[in-house]
């Protein structure tokens, strides 16, 4: 089962890691799953469920990002 699935999680992340690899934040930028696993930017917390279980200020990710 391991091994099955370390395949299957390589399978669905790897586009990701593609388009990061090769757009960086252009690719966060276009793309909501990414900018959802985005929590901080240039010392913004940009995960809303983040900055509401700690109490912090919450950023946009797309504000932070610029």
């Known amino acids: 089962v391991p091994r099955t699935s370390t395949f299957a999680l390589a ?3 790897m586009s990701y890691a593609l388009e990061l690899a090769n ?3 252009d ?3 276009e793309s ?3 900018r959802h696993g ?3 930017h240039r010392g913004k917390l940009t995960h809303a469920a983040v ?3 700690f109490g912090l200020a ?3 990710p797309l504000v932070a990002l610029g």
């Open 58 to 60: 919450y950023t946009d």
């Open 38 to 40: 985005l929590n901080t």
């Open 11 to 13: 399978n669905q992340t």
């Open 23 to 25: 757009r960086g934040l």
């Open 51 to 53: 900055a509401q279980a």
């Open 32 to 34: 909501q799953p990414l």
């Open 27 to 29: 690719a966060v930028r």
